[in-house]
């Protein structure tokens, strides 16, 4: 593999993606969809990547969506057309391990795909949250829809209904959950880092079980993700046994956030 529009490497179990176009505010295109494919497949697919890092290059924007002067490809036959979160969204690919956003600059339209899958979403002060669609004339579905799984329905509507006539700042994304940490941006790639070795170093399966129950239980009622998530737990917690002695387990120096 060996993506243009990314840069992609693996080291010490933590797999960090850059958004590589700050020529066009790490817009998606064709290409970047294809290689995003081939990202999550393999990251899926490799036990040696127990997280993922997922940053932008610039300062401008983490990213603003789709690139309007490319595009994408999309079919002729309206039934034939796929949205492309199916490409670029994490647990639509079956990924379970750790996602972590770091975002700083712009977010804005598609790049909801992502963050709206992410497990960890951290931000630089100067970032800000929204979504165009709207304003160009156009419904604003598929982001704000992933958006209201993770932050209350009068924050999401209020992005969705404004567009390009108010953004959320970092403060105030803090505030309603969007994110769980505002930061420096000289700061902001190294705690991406240290928060995903804290996690890399935790059994992988145990961690793997804890992100898939959880975000499957979001399509299923209280009761019914209860009853799932026991499985989860027989199934996950005998491998984790096996990897972890807990007399070993050293106390760690814990943080209170």
Not at 59 to 85: C, H, I, L, Y
Not at 115 to 135: G, K, M, R, W, Y
Not at 192 to 204: C, F, G, Q, S
Not at 213 to 232: F, K, P, Q
């Amino acid at each position: 593999m060996d993506p243009t529009t990314v840069l992609f490497e693996v080291a010490e179990h933590i797999a960090t993606i850059t958004l590589n176009r700050p020529e066009a505010m790490n817009s998606f295109n064709q290409t970047m969809l294809e290689e995003f494919t081939q990202i999550w497949q393999r990251v899926r697919e490799d036990d040696d990547i127990h997280v993922v890092v997922l940053r932008a290059a610039g300062d401008r924007a983490f990213s603003t969506g789709m690139d309007v002067k490319q595009g994408f490809d999309r079919q002729e036959n309206v039934w034939s057309q796929t949205d492309p979160g199916e490409r670029l969204s994490p647990k639509l690919n079956q990924v379970w391990k750790p996602v972590i956003c770091a975002v700083q600059g712009m977010a804005a339209g598609g790049a909801f795909y992502w963050l709206n899958e992410a497990d960890i979403i951290i931000c630089s002060q100067d970032a800000t949250f929204f979504d165009p669609h709207v304003s160009y004339g156009l419904t604003a579905a598929l982001e704000p829809i992933g958006l209201a799984r993770r932050i209350p329905l009068g924050e999401t509507l209020r992005i969705a209904l404004l567009g390009l006539d108010e953004r959320v700042s970092a403060e105030r994304a803090m505030q309603i959950g969007m994110v769980s940490e505002v930061l420096p941006r000289e700061q902001l790639w190294d705690r991406a880092n240290e928060l995903a070795r804290i996690i890399a170093a935790k059994p992988a399966a145990a961690i793997q079980g804890t992100v898939r129950a959880i975000w499957e239980s979001l399509d299923a009622t209280r009761s019914h993700a209860l009853r799932t998530g026991l499985s989860y737990t027989q199934i996950g917690n005998p491998i984790g046994k096996a990897e972890v002695d807990r007399a070993t387990v050293a106390r760690p120096n814990w943080t209170l956030r």
